[in-house]
Nanobody, 123 residues
Framework: QVQLVESGGGLVQAGGSLRLSCAAS????????MGWYRQAPGKRRELVAR???????NYADTMKGRIAISRDNAKNTVYLQMNSLKPEDTAVYFC?????????????????WGQGTQVTVSS
């Protein structure tokens, strides 16, 4: 069984910073892309940032320049550093990863999601 556990969310004033972490655990052979998404009340879940296994990154235009995604492959962990936060960044932030695990002799990659961590930015 594979699990993604996020941490680091909370309440911060506008202009502040937060660092989110997401650790994958369980029966893991390898991890391809990892990323962060967010969902504000009444809105669709949207991409914040993604990072490939080789370290290539892409960012949502709404947060570009204020965030940085990174990963520690040895720890199966992805991070999201968020700076200059705005009230409109308030949302539940979800971790996502494509994780390969063996079932018998078969290697299968599946999409996994964390449970989400609340980020609230006050004005």
């Amino acid at each position: 069984q594979v699990q993604l556990v996020e941490s680091g969310g909370g309440l911060v004033q506008a202009g502040g910073s937060l660092r989110l972490s997401c650790a994958a655990s369980g029966s893991i052979f390898s991890i391809n892309g990892m990323g962060w998404y967010r969902q504000a009340p009444g809105k669709r879940r949207e991409l914040v940032a993604r990072i490939s296994s080789g370290g290539n990154t892409n960012y949502a235009d709404t947060m570009k320049g204020r965030i940085a995604i990174s990963r520690d492959n040895a720890k199966n962990t992805v991070y999201l550093q968020m700076n200059s936060l705005k009230p409109e960044d308030t949302a539940v932030y979800f971790c996502n990863a494509q994780i390969g695990s063996y079932t018998g002799t078969n290697l299968r990659f599946r999409d996994y999601w964390g449970q989400g961590t609340q980020v609230t930015v006050s004005s």
